[in-house]
């Protein structure tokens, strides 16, 4: 199903998305720093304890910025603060985990990181992790999963 084209007044601001950005990424640091401070306390009783917790806040910040977007419907905490949202551009449906995870990528990738951020200045709709994955970042909030029906309320009806 090809749905209609946007108008750029739907399309989330450069603004919007980069405010976005740097709200997860203080997110990320601050799951890193928690995680850090703590290992610290723990140094003096188990090195390796202490390694564990440091490499497990990096990967959860990391699993944080890979999947945030797909596991709170196309808006990770930054998106949602901002009022916008990703959304597979073929359906206009919410992004799901593997779409999160390939638009998060080039973020990663030194060098790709500056190229998908040029694409965005320079095209104003899309940058290079929203190629990628087949998705857009647009205005307002995702609209609401569909009511379960419950067997209490198929009875009634």
Known sequence: MRRKALSDAEIATLYQRLAAHFIDSCIMV????AFVIFAGTMEGVNRYLAEGLRIFGALLA???????DGIMRGQGIGKRR???HVVAV????PCVLG???VRA???FIPFIGLVDVFLLLVNKRRRLGDFLAR???LQGNPSPPPLRK???RAKKS
Not at 62 to 68: D, E, I, P, S, V
């Open 135 to 137: 998705t857009e970042v």
């Open 62 to 68: 990391l699993a944080y910025r890979l999947l945030a």
């Open 99 to 101: 779409q999160s995870m």
């Open 150 to 152: 419950t067997r209490a």
């Open 82 to 84: 901002m009022g916008i």
């Open 90 to 93: 073929s359906t206009g449906k």
């Open 105 to 107: 990528l080039p973020i």
């Open 30 to 33: 601050a799951v890193m720093l």
